[in-house]
């Protein structure tokens, strides 16, 4: 089935400094990428998705560009604030339906 | 429109005792996915609800059971807890779209098994 690998944490910056946050995936055919943010206490909220290749999704700063060529769907943010300290999930369906899996999380510490 | 709600946010049960566990979808969604979240696994699918069908299920054993109503309501329920069973529950409902579409998630239900 389809799999994701995401670089582990936790990843500490300082404010307004450049994020890159690795995933790579495994899938049959060219299947929608998401990226999920779960901050302290809550559930995890979408973020951004792309839903073909080269498709580029944005959100609150936040870019991910779906490559197939690499098949990676990495995250970044060109300078991130104190409030982008969470989890951040790649995700892809899998095993048809709503069936999603995700990568393992990787938490990020923006300090002031 | 009011989000995925889940009752209720925080439980403690002992070993060998059940648990049920809710989860009202957005409103029109008619699909509800069920995730155990822990510190050593992440994120791992227990079940998914389509129409008060069960259409895909994870890798848990069958003391993990789940149900969804005509309302779309979802239940999820687990007998005979074991320590390992304390985890954050969440439960995540979206529209119809084979896998394309987001899924909305609700605050989870945290279970402390003692």
């Known amino acids: 089935g389809n799999s994701v690998t995401q670089m582990e944490g936790p990843v500490t910056l300082s404010e307004e400094a450049f994020l890159t946050i690795n995933c790579t995936y495994t899938a049959t055919g060219y299947p929608s990428l998401f990226w999920y943010v779960q901050y302290p206490g809550e559930g995890l909220q979408l973020l951004l998705k792309?839903?073909?290749?080269?498709d580029k999704g944005s959100n609150k700063g936040f870019e991910a560009t779906y490559r197939k060529e690499t098949t990676s769907f990495h995250l970044e943010k060109g300078s991130v604030q104190v409030s982008d300290s969470a989890v951040y999930f790649c995700a892809l369906p899998s095993g048809g339906y709503q069936k999603v899996t995700f990568g393992i999380g990787t938490k990020l510490q923006v300090i002031p | 429109k009011a989000g995925v709600t889940q009752t209720p946010r925080y439980l403690i049960k002992t070993r060998g005792q059940q648990v049920t566990l809710s989860c009202s979808p957005i409103s029109g969604h008619r699909s509800v996915s069920w995730y155990q979240q822990t510190p050593g696994q992440g994120l791992q699918f227990l079940f998914e609800?389509?129409?008060?069908?069960?259409?895909n299920k994870g890798n848990f054993p069958g003391r993990f059971s789940g149900r969804q109503f005509s309302n779309s309501r979802s239940e999820m329920n687990v007998s005979t807890l074991e320590l390992g069973d304390s985890a954050l529950y969440l439960c995540?409902?979206?529209?119809?779209?084979?896998?394309?579409?987001?899924?909305?998630f609700g605050p989870g239900t945290r279970l402390t098994v003692t």
């Open positions: 995540a409902s979206s529209l119809e779209a084979g896998g394309r579409t987001e899924q909305y």
């Open positions: 609800y389509f129409s008060e069908t069960q259409r």
């Open positions: 792309a839903t073909k290749a080269d």
